[in-house]
């Protein structure tokens, strides 16, 4: 009875300071990316993936101070017909980088009723 209390307990202890954990509001995380030239990563996604630029816009990425921001692409790139689909950041003009991909693109359902918003 008491190593099972024990075990209960350590449990406890285990879950409460995973989830404090996970109740950060924000942090840094790392993944490994696969970063080259903008040409090179149009030639393995255009070229030999057959994915397109599909949408485009501005972002903003962590310096590598970890402090301060940087102005950054990001594109993604989708082959309609594989269904395959690429997150490019390209941080300057020598340097982009592969942040994700994946299969099975589909778009998302619109909401069936519009919603009314305003930025103010």
Do not use: W
């Not at 449990?11 to 996970?22: D, F, G, K, R």
């Not at 594109?75 to 017909?81: F, P, Q, T």
């Amino acid at each position: 009875m008491k190593k099972i209390f024990s075990t209960f307990i350590l449990s406890l202890v285990m879950t409460t300071s995973a989830y404090a954990e996970h109740e950060k509001f924000n942090y840094n995380s790392q993944k490994p990316v696969s970063c080259t030239t903008p040409d090179r990563v149009r030639y393995i996604l255009g070229d030999q993936l057959g994915e397109m630029p599909y949408m485009q816009g501005d972002g903003v990425s962590a310096a590598t101070d970890g402090k301060s921001f940087i102005k950054t692409n990001l594109i993604i790139a989708i082959n309609l017909e594989t269904k395959t689909f690429s997150v490019v950041e390209i941080i300057n003009d020598g340097l982009a980088c592969i942040i994700g991909g994946g299969k099975n693109f589909r778009f998302n359902k619109p909401p069936q009723q519009k919603i009314n918003t305003s930025l103010e």
